[in-house]
């Protein structure tokens, strides 16, 4: 490849005449073969104008663009001035690779230890196929008494081309260079051949590869493709994206992240690489969260890191994350040292080569947000729920990995594609006759899969269908969108399947959001569809606090299941109307309330809805001091809930035992039975029941004296609360942190965690529960008494601090 002249002098070559000659006759502009090449049109005036010298990369990309024959390919390529031969030694990077010595090890290995002699190392482009392969190489050197020689497909023009740097590469002498030929012509030493970037010429060179080492001698070869060879005795080991944490988008931030990827981006980022005066300076937990965010983000694929990293020299690592976050087009444009982007390296290059079904299929999966399925794919990218077409050109997506495989979720293999792939195929869907029906049918099936998984997240298979819907999350939230556009009963529909869902999840403010808008874009569907929606924005109002709201809600749902005469729906609203009334220290309406709901369960037959009950009966019971009916209660649910091996019903059953033993002097058994609760929460990730579980261990904990570890269980438990919205127990948390202070001789901290828990009272409009009066009144009392005349002050300064 020619050198480039000093900064300023064009290139002394007849490239950039050929270039244009083919561009005009082809009848494009600069700008049209740009977009067909994907490069920039800066880059296409740069090679016009003989300023810059291509990669072989672009030459492939220029040359697919401009649809040459072959005679017309060649000319272009040999326009270069300068062509060295094929340089064979492995190419040296300046950098340090991050994050793949087990890929590494397993390589060297496989070539040295054992009987393998081919490894294909396959996986998406930007992957670092080609580092692995070079540091493998280097590692496995002095194994190879005739050394390692390395061979950059891309960079030639041609099958003919290839066997010839084949030959060079193994210093084999012949005017036959087929692959007989090339494998008659071996010599029988030890050597280790790297072909890097196979896939433009991947039948040749597995002809080749197959011949060779059917010679049995001492040869060894690493291969990097985007797909396997599919040849003999090959051992294929897929270089997966770098692992990377995912961010918790609604949690804080924890401190900074070892991941690989982050790492990565850290060691390329310039920042980074910049002294500090004052030596090494730590991340801040902020800034480490958002490395994480933008690994995430760019899919732990080690190019886009790097690029992204490059783009810290103009932005803080905070400001690239969301600009990350809404779309990764900030790294797609070639910048001033990108002559190829991102997208080219990942897909674009590849694309042309696909076949029409291929391409097809793959502008299709990208109206999925995130996973999919065989099934999904057949019913919404295919002709039909049986499409055996569609999924035959998913494997064939696969094996080219344009497609990624992932876990498998309840038995069922799912897949993805990467982020740039998708945004790739999701520029050209708009531009297929039938991607309205596309998109209509995957807002439809996963309406229908929502409504599935509603008929059971009640009972054994609950927490195996949230699992579902937890994956299927980003394709979930998409549906309701479309539907909630162009489909508002199908959007209705959707809030009442997945109210338990959200509910058992934490995402309140995602379902009260979903049903709101969708009670508002559809004022006149049917009562049996407003009712459940209603009910639920009424349901996670309450769980937010928002008393006032959930009580006109839920009894515009009770008013509309009156009219239909659906008594479960009924029976909900009535529960739910209790706990509003709970909440706000009405107990006897609560009471009752939960009675009548117990009393049309039991005619129902519903042993469900019974334990649901009587464990709701239980709460009111404790909170109101009567600790004989609440052990009664909340011994029946248990028994009803571990008989249906309802896991959320155990969970609030042991809860109430838990306190109810507490609140009976019975500590040890109360430690039992709040860690058995607090274990199966965190195993069915039901996040209510791991905050008030830890906030009802850390009450039993300082009661045993064990103060830093209740200091911990209530922190845990605020910071779950908050994340929430369930600013009532959060009072009570704050009461308890104040009973923590005292004890550990803190009467000033103790006074303010009090006014925090008085502030958050007067914001929701909820008194205290009364069976927590005694042991707040008990820590008021002793703050006032040691802190004496500046009692008020404190108060007023904690007051204050809980407003920010």
Known sequence: MAVKPPEGEPLINSFSDELRRLRKRAGLSQATLAERAGLSTEAISLLERGRRTPRPTTLRLLALALELADDDRAALFGALPGRLPPQHELPRYGDLLVGRSAEIQHTVEV?????????????????????????????????????????????????????????????IEAADLSAEALAGSLPDTELLLVIDG???FLQTVGAICESLLGRGTGLRIIVTSRERLHIANEQALVIAPLDCSRPEDDGPATGPDDSPASRLFLARAPFSRQPAPSGPQALSPADAAAVAKICHRVDGIPLAIELAAARTALLTVGEL???????????????????????????????????????????????FSNVFTQQSVAAVCGSGPAAPDAVDVLSLLVSKSLVLR???????????????????????????????????????????????AASHLVGPEKHTWAAVLDVESDNIRRAFEWCHRHDPDSALAMVGSLWRWWHLRGHYEQGRASATAALRSAPRAPAQLRAPALTTAGLLALLQCNYETAQTQIQRGL?????????????WSLALLGSVALQRGEYTVAGQLHEQALVLANRAQDQHAVGVQLNALAQVAWLRGNWAQAEDRAHRSLEIMSGLDDQQGIVWALMNLGVTARYRDDLAGSMVFLTH????????H????????????????????????????????????DLLGNRWRMASVHDELAAVALAADDPEGATAELARAEQLRREIGAPLPAAEQAARDQTLAQARAQLGSTFPALTLAGRARSRH
Request: proline share 3%; hydrophobic share 45%.
């Open 406 to 452: 992932g876990a498998d979720v309840d038995g069922a293999a799912t897949f993805r594609l990467l982020r740039v792939v998708r945004e790739y195929a999701a520029d050209r869907l708009d531009s297929d006759p039938v991607a309205p029906e596309v998109r209509r049918r995957h807002a439809h099936y996963f309406r229908d899969l929502s409504r599935r």
């Open 677 to 684: 609760s607090l274990d199966r929460s965190r195993r069915i």
């Open 686 to 721: 039901y996040r209510e029941g791991v905050a008030w579980a830890l906030n009802q261990l850390g009450v039993a904990s300082r009661l045993q004296g064990s103060l830093a570890a209740a200091q911990a269980q209530q922190i845990s438990s605020l910071k779950e609360h």
């Open 321 to 367: 994350a969301v600009a990350l976050d809404k779309s990764l087009r900030y790294l797609y444009s070639p910048h001033a040292d990108d002559e190829v982007a991102l997208r080219d390296v990942m897909v674009a290059d590849s694309f042309p080569g696909l076949s029409r079904a291929e391409r097809t299929l793959l502008v299709r999966l990208s109206v």
């Open 559 to 571: 008013d509309l299941y009156s009219s239909v005469q659906d008594r479960a729906g009924v029976r």
């Open 111 to 171: 070539l040295t230890a054992g009987p393998g002699r081919l490894v294909t190392l396959t996986g998406p482009g930007g992957v670092g196929k080609s580092r692995v392969a070079v540091a493998a190489a280097g590692a496995a050197a002095e194994k190879f008494a005739a050394g390692v020689r390395w061979i950059h497909v891309m960079s030639q023009d041609s099958s003919e081309q290839l066997r010839a740097a084949m030959a060079t590469a193994l210093g």
């Open 198 to 200: 196979a896939e433009p």
